[in-house]
């Protein structure tokens, strides 16, 4: 059974950090295109961050600069750190998994495989 579970979600004053992960089971992230997007209330998925199976990575504009995503392959788990964060940056984040390579999913992250249940990141001005 495919499984993604989110973790490191919380509520930070603007200007601060949180460091979200991604533990996989089931897949092997190596093997496909990994990817966060988010979803604030009211609003359409925004692809924040991926990272194709060679390791290249894309970022939403809004982001750039302040987010970072990453891989831990012997630990199956995903991450995003987030610096600098905007109340802007405030929505349910999710972790995501893309099985055909090489596909634009900053751009169209409904297009991901297999999704977590996401977690909560609340930034208060």
């Known amino acids: 059974q495919v499984q993604l579970v989110e973790s490191g979600g919380g509520s930070v004053q603007s200007g601060g950090s949180l460091r979200l992960s991604c533990t996989a089971s089931?897949?092997?992230?190596?093997?496909?295109?990994m990817g966060w997007f988010r979803q604030a209330p009211g609003k359409g998925r925004e692809g924040v961050a991926t990272?194709?199976?060679?390791?290249?990575?894309s970022y939403a504009e809004s982001v750039k600069g302040r987010f970072t995503i990453s891989q831990d392959h012997d630990k199956n788990t995903l991450y995003l750190q987030m610096n600098s964060l905007k109340p802007e940056d405030t929505a349910m984040y999710y972790c995501?998994?893309?099985?055909?390579?090489?596909?634009?999913?900053?751009?169209?992250?409904?297009?991901?495989?297999?999704r977590g249940q996401g977690t909560q990141v609340t930034v208060s001005s």
């Open positions: 089931g897949l092997t992230l190596v093997n496909y295109d």
């Open positions: 995501a998994a893309g099985a055909e390579q090489g596909y634009q999913y900053i751009r169209y992250p409904s297009a991901f495989s297999v």
């Open positions: 990272i194709d199976v060679d390791g290249r990575t």
